[in-house]
């Protein structure tokens, strides 16, 4: 028997499912465990082993590949715990990562936050000045060498910073995206001076124009790249050891894995690769399910994620902004905002209700765990009004106290506010349903699409429980619950069901449409470069699928859209298909009549992206059905629980999962309880169960 895993390591908790690629998926969810996110990573796989009935080393045996999603990488950055970098860049160049190209008051941040310009500030420089050095050499716009690179003057720098105790060495010179000659050596060079020592170059991480986003993709890149190699490293030959064959993939951004091996290579393609997992799970099903466009939800121990996919393909985007500094590393489109189950409810001092965005995290946890959390979180509140049963979670492993959520509830949020502990859980609630709202309507709009052109799909630990709320202003036709044998997993099961993709870029600003041969030989290239890499990951692929796309705007102005380059031979019909799909995409978000071709367009940067199949199906099964509407087989208990602060507490009919079966229908006010997380239906809502297990809820 072969296995694929998929294992998703969050802030709180680690997800793990495994197939068997015919008809058995088991999940497993386990505690994460920081600092040591190894441990809990090899906890999560005994437990599929025990759910499977095998051995641990007989699973590991079996297993044609495992695909991990970390938060490694985001964490470092976010919270600064990242390597000691030093930079090397071309004379006279080294401060565009200070001056940040006048946009560094404003990238990232809200429209509200920009038009409050006393309150802009730049942030931390992401190196500190005396880290930052230069060496002479140049090349022009056209990849010329105009001044040679003085090598002398490379190893006095490489020493001084080797001398200053780096981690890491990032390299960004003036134009090497158009030509890496200097970078390449200057890598040589300081492997001269420190043999091991990590060095990464910009025209390898993000061969694309603009020095300054290119500089800080370098830089963050060279951050967390020791930081992954010293957990991957140490993972990869634990795993062996314990009897693995197959590969250990780590899925990165824009949707794919790539090798543990050449992971810490490109770290900063990784920072999202939680994130984009449970957008791939929600192709997979959608696939399953025919639904073309679907809104993600996921709803963790920390953070809650929105992503779109739209025509059956995840909705992309070029890079992203991270402690207001670009990254030049294609991602798909995922919202956020720290509005987990673990999300700390305050009061400010202006005496309103805040839910996020710090998080009790895994350690200590929501104060209901018991273990030292004196703090309220969305958890805690989710007891107290019933919606979570004392038993508690993990099919009962983790025992809930309502006496603790109730004490920090009331010591945190209800006296400061003058409510009642149970007012206090309810605001809380609806402060959660409202901030998920307020993401997804902003994540629709602002793409340009119409929620009502939507199937919403939610999961996460804590996503079933607050869904029907956050969902039921969008105008969504329906909201689908994955549960079966992935339930709050679903992240994991996007991992294990995950192809490799690796891209491939290069910059050249022109006007377009250019000459077919120009668009024939930019492509080849890019092409070669996919093989190389392709090669490189040592794995058997299936297929190979091949997408194309170049970044256009119009002349004079500044932000590009990536745009898709249609497949086949090039003709002078292809630069018109492009520009006309450019300008259906520039209108949708800007609306009709807002695009402008006389101005003229301009093309910056293509890029070509392989998916490579692993050739493993990981579909879901298919369930036994009902033989009739009627769920009453499996109710469990009616206990009480507030739903809606208008009514408080009523007697609810509660749900086993287990016992339920395709057809079953279930009217709410209702709970559902499953093992691993727990599903709302407010009043007015109908829950059906699909054919696969899913829970899907309509409004009435």
């Known amino acids: 028997m072969a296995y694929a895993l998929g294992i998703d390591v969050g802030g709180t908790f680690t997800d793990a499912v495994a197939s068997d690629g015919v008809d058995r998926i088991v999940s497993a969810k386990t505690h994460t465990t920081p600092p040591n996110r190894e441990v809990g990573v090899l906890r999560a796989i005994e437990e599929l082993a025990a759910e499977l009935g095998v051995e641990v080393g007989e699973l590991l045996a079996q297993t044609d590949f495992i695909a991990h999603g970390t938060t490694a990488s985001i ?6 715990t990242v390597a000691d970098v030093g930079l090397i860049a071309t004379k006279g160049h080294r401060d565009s ?8 008051r404003t990238l990232g941040r809200s429209a509200h936050e920009i038009q409050d310009t006393l309150r802009q500030r730049k942030p931390a420089p992401l190196i500190p000045k005396y880290r930052a050095l230069e060496v002479t050499e140049r090349i022009d716009h056209a990849g010329k060498v105009l001044v ?14 080797v001398e200053q105790g780096v981690e890491a060495i990032a390299v960004c010179l003036l134009w090497s995206f158009k030509n890496p000659d200097h970078e390449r050596r200057v ?51 634990q795993l062996e050891d314990g009897g693995l064959k197959g590969p250990l993939l780590v899925m990165q951004s824009e949707g794919g894995t790539i090798t543990a091996e050449r992971a810490p290579e490109h770290a900063i393609t990784t920072i999202g690769s939680v994130l984009s997992g449970g957008v791939i799970g929600g192709l997979r099903l959608a696939e399953q399910l025919g639904h073309r466009n679907v809104i993600t939800t996921d709803v963790g121990g920390t953070t809650f994620l929105a992503g779109l996919i739209v025509d059956g393909e995840p909705l992309m985007a070029p890079g992203s902004i991270v402690n207001q500094f670009p990254i030049n590393a294609a991602t798909i489109r995922v919202h956020t905002i720290g509005s987990g189950g673990g999300a700390l409810a305050s009061v400010d001092a202006g005496g309103n209700l805040r839910l996020g965005p710090r998080s009790a995290e895994a350690v200590p946890g929501p104060a209901c765990y018991g273990n030292g959390g004196t703090r309220p979180t969305n958890t805690d509140a989710n007891l107290v009004l019933g919606v979570l049963d004392e038993r508690g979670l993990l099919g009962g492993r983790k025992p809930l106290r309502k006496d603790l959520a109730r004490e920090a509830i009331r010591e945190h949020v209800a006296e400061p506010l003058g ?46 429980a607050h869904c029907a709320g956050y969902c039921r202003d969008l105008g969504v036709r329906e909201v689908v619950v994955p549960l079966g044998p992935v339930a709050s997993a679903f992240s994991a099961y996007g991992l294990a069901a995950s192809d490799v993709v690796v891209s ?22 890019l092409r070669a470069e996919l093989d190389r890499a392709l090669n490189r990951q040592q794995v058997k692929f299936q297929d190979v699928v091949l997408h194309r796309e170049v970044d256009l705007r119009y002349s004079m102005q500044v932000y590009e859209l990536s745009v898709p380059v249609p497949d086949g031979a090039f ?3 292809t630069g018109q298909e492009v520009l006309d799909r450019f300008e259906e995409q520039y209108e949708r978000i800007n609306g009709s009549g807002a695009g402008y071709r006389e101005a003229g367009v301009q093309a910056i940067t293509y890029r070509m992206r392989a998916k490579a ?13 009902a033989d009739g509407p009627d769920p009453s087989a499996a109710l469990l208990e009616r206990r009480p629980v507030c739903l809606d602060s208008q009514i408080g507490y009523a007697p609810t009919p509660v749900y086993d999962y287990s016992r339920l079966r395709a057809g079953h229908e279930i009217a709410g006010p209702a709970v559902v309880d499953v093992p691993t997380t727990v599903v709302v239906i407010p009043a007015g809502v109908l829950g059906r169960v699909d054919r696969l297990g899913n829970l899907v809820m309509s409004y009435q």
């Open 97 to 104: 990562i200070y001056i940040m190209n006048a946009e560094g």
């Open 419 to 464: 409510l009642t502990v149970e007012e206090a859980a309810i605001a809380i609630h609806e402060v959660q349903n409202a901030q998920a709202g307020d993401l997804l309507r902003r994540a629709v709009v602002q793409a340009g699409y119409d929620p009502r052109d939507f199937v919403a799909y939610a999961f996460g630990g804590a996503g079933p």
């Open 187 to 237: 890598r040589e060079l300081v492997h001269e001076v420190a043999p091991d020592l990590y060095v990464t170059l910009s025209s390898d991480v993000s061969p694309r124009i603009r020095e300054f986003a290119r500089t800080s993709t370098t830089i963050m890149n060279a951050q967390v790249g020791p930081r992954l190699r010293t957990y991957l490293e140490p993972l990869r030959r």
């Open 504 to 525: 491939a870029e290069l910059s050249d600003p022109s006007t377009f449409p250019v000459d077919p041969a120009v668009l024939e030989a930019h492509y080849a290239r």
């Open 613 to 625: 199949s692993l050739g493993f199906p990981v579909a879901l099964p298919e369930i036994d059905e």
């Open 571 to 573: 003709t002078e019909r």
């Open 75 to 80: 964490n470092a950055l976010v919270q600064g």
């Open 148 to 161: 040679p690179l003085d090598e002398d003057e490379v190893r006095r720098v490489a020493r001084a910073l």
